[in-house]
């Protein structure tokens, strides 16, 4: 069985590229917020339901729904985009999954809170990242364009990971607190 680290878990599922150009952009991230609302968090809360968590995998799911409707903002900035390709890192999330979510039932089986403590731990790098790193960037980028409407699309979508890196951090304390479920925010 291969191990699944928290390292190869964080790559497969960081996957969008940032780039001058705004379509690309949007293309890349659009393409990135519907993966996570189809694949990443279905999957983290099908993990944590299998591991005996069901309220966090009620919280994947919730942020999961969130994730779409980022991706719906974005691509409404970019309307004449049409369904973005998906890009080659994406792709190699998802192939990725397939050997993640083959190993996951074998390793729920033999420790199923260090999966979940995984899960919540990439979960909330993944948001850092994007409130932190990657959506600032691009909300500069809009201002420096002078395009304050995708500026401000891009500042609900910072405010919106930073909440769902908080939820994910309270679930995590609370985990290792000993409580019998993470409560959802």
């Known amino acids: 069985m291969t191990e699944i680290t928290e390292d190869m878990i964080f790559e497969c599922f960081a996957a969008a590229r940032q780039g001058s150009d705004m379509n690309a952009t949007a293309e890349s991230f659009v393409d990135v917020e519907e993966y996570e609302n189809q694949i990443m968090y279905p999957e983290f809360a099908r993990w944590a339901q299998q591991a005996g968590y069901p309220k966090l995998a009620t919280l994947f799911r919730k942020v999961a729904g969130e994730e779409k409707l980022h991706a719906v903002w974005l691509r409404e900035l970019y309307q004449r985009m049409g369904t973005p390709a998906r890009g080659e890192d994406t792709q190699r999330a998802i192939d990725a999954l397939t050997t993640i979510r083959a190993n996951c039932d074998k390793?729920?089986?033999?420790?199923?809170?260090?999966?979940?403590?995984?899960?919540?731990?990439?979960?909330?790098?993944?948001?850092?990242?994007?409130?932190?790193?990657?959506?600032?960037?691009?909300?500069?980028?809009?201002?420096?364009?002078?395009?304050?409407?995708?500026a401000t699309v891009y500042q609900k979508v910072i405010d919106s990971e930073h909440q769902h890196a908080n939820w994910f951090r309270a679930a995590l304390q609370e985990y290792f607190a000993g409580a019998p479920e993470p409560a959802m925010a």
């Open 107 to 150: 390793l729920i089986g033999m420790n199923p809170e260090g999966v979940v403590e995984k899960a919540l731990r990439v979960a909330i790098r993944v948001e850092e990242r994007e409130y932190r790193d990657i959506y600032p960037h691009f909300r500069d980028q809009a201002n420096a364009s002078d395009n304050p409407a995708a």
